[in-house]
């Protein structure tokens, strides 16, 4: 079945510490996000790419970097310069190109990360 | 930029009762409209999407919205809520060549 596989599912890092979570997708979508979620403040966009080798800063990137060296994969990178970085975070996909018509919006989402800063 | 506001934060309900959940955005032109649900532990999933035509538009589990153009508004109706559909609700918002924008999300708690 196609879907997007995230992992770890739970991570927990030390301060001080880069975490780097996976997201794999087999839907052949051109465009990829990272999301992160937070109680009661819905999503924010992190990062997108809409093309291999090419990505975007989202509403809230500071402190993460992402890399999309193959369509199929878009790790994120939580660096330590993120002051807060416990929350869970959600990858998705979409058809087209942000700025296409093929791009409805629609995204397929992962089953997410946890990420924990002890 | 875009904004979408759902009026809700917290939304508790009996069996039975009906359900509606506010949905505002600000964008003046075209846009896509999306419902997506998070039941508890699972991943986030589609509900319901409106591109065009019938301004009212069915998805999955008996939901339904409605798009009133003249009030910016996309607000998610169901007529007999269940214990099943405890979940938190996010409405998002496509336009032109921004970014999708999702709101702050509604938790829906159903009593038995």
């Known amino acids: 079945d196609g879907g997007i596989t995230q992992s770890p599912k739970y991570l927990f890092r030390k301060e001080g510490q880069n975490v780097t979570l996976s997201c794999e997708q087999n839907?052949?979508?051109?465009?990829m996000y990272w999301y992160r979620q937070d109680p009661g403040q819905g999503l924010r966009l992190i990062y997108y790419s809409q093309i291999v080798n090419d990505f975007q800063k989202g509403d809230i990137a500071e402190g993460y970097s992402v890399s999309r060296e193959k369509k199929e994969s878009f790790p994120l990178t939580v660096t330590s310069a993120q002051k807060n970085p416990t929350a869970f975070y959600l990858c998705?996909?979409?058809?087209?190109?942000?700025?296409?018509?093929?791009?409805?919006?629609?995204?397929?989402f992962g089953e997410g990360s946890r990420l924990t800063v002890l | 930029a875009q904004s979408v506001s759902q009026h809700n934060h917290h939304v508790i309900l009996s069996e039975a009762a009906s359900l509606e959940l506010g949905c505002n955005y600000s964008y003046g032109g075209t846009v896509n409209l999306f419902w997506y649900v998070q039941y508890p532990g699972q991943h986030l999933q589609l509900l319901l999407k409106?591109?065009?035509?019938?301004?009212l538009v069915k998805g999955i589990k008996g939901f339904e919205a409605e798009f009133i153009k003249s009030k910016f508004s996309f607000n998610l109706r169901k007529p007999s809520v269940q214990w099943s559909d405890t979940a938190e609700y996010f409405c998002a918002v496509k336009a032109g060549s921004y970014q999708l924008t999702f709101g702050k999300g509604t938790k829906l708690s159903v009593i038995p």
């Open positions: 998705a996909s979409s058809r087209g190109f942000a700025s296409g018509r093929s791009n409805t919006g629609e995204l397929f």
């Open positions: 839907l052949n979508h051109d465009a």
């Open positions: 409106y591109f065009s035509g019938d301004p």
